[in-house]
């Protein structure tokens, strides 16, 4: 029974730890109070992965893949720079757009603000199937006012977790997605509490 009560508490203490924060580093959003829908746009600037520039992880993984395969590694990093608009992105925008009170999409023309949501840190993760570690990325979001550049607030938002249901996902790049939709779902779910009150 203690060792029970022992294991539980040590979850709740290890499991918090493993979700992503959400912390305003400064300004606010709640110049989108009032506002039925907001510009999304995502970049990559400065992004680490792992420990590695991004530049030189791509060289590394790509030296690793052509040894094994020659050719492979070029597919990679097309793969890697393609599931950006193919994958992520449209995995961010579908779970923001999941029942929430503010709508957003990219080239909203419409918009007068706009979410500039720029990956800072990439961690891919691995699955061989008696191993795995889930992907994870760190993201600067700011809200920006798109008729002047103003910056009105930015949002600093680590540890978003990325892997599929069942374990399926060996692929890098699904697991990925998985992180953007997390990512999508929780700043819809920050938006709808602190600036619409639901």
């Not at 052509?66 to 990093?77: A, L, N, Q, V």
């Amino acid at each position: 029974m203690k060792r029970s009560l022992a294991l539980l508490l040590m979850a709740g203490l290890v499991l918090p730890l493993a979700a992503q924060k959400m912390k305003m580093r400064s300004g606010s959003f709640s110049a989108l109070k009032g506002e039925k829908s907001v510009n999304l746009q995502f970049t990559y600037d400065k992004m680490m992965v792992g420990k590695y520039a991004e530049a030189d992880y791509l060289e590394k993984k790509a030296k690793e893949y052509d040894e094994k395969e020659p050719g492979r590694g070029d597919s990679f990093k097309s793969a890697w720079v393609a599931d950006r608009v193919a994958r992520f992105e449209p995995k961010f925008e579908e779970l923001f757009n999941d029942g929430g009170t503010l709508s957003g999409s990219r080239d909203n023309a419409d918009a007068k603000y706009t979410f500039i949501v720029n990956t800072d840190f990439t961690e891919p993760g691995y699955n061989i199937g008696i191993s795995k570690m889930p992907a994870s990325i760190n993201a600067t979001i700011r809200l920006v006012e798109k008729a002047s550049g103003n910056e009105l607030g930015a949002m600093l938002v680590v540890g978003v977790p990325g892997s599929q249901f069942g374990g399926y996902d060996y692929d890098t790049g699904s697991r990925l997605a998985e992180s953007y939709a997390k990512l999508g779902k929780e700043l819809r779910k920050y938006i709808d509490k602190n600036i619409f009150g639901k």
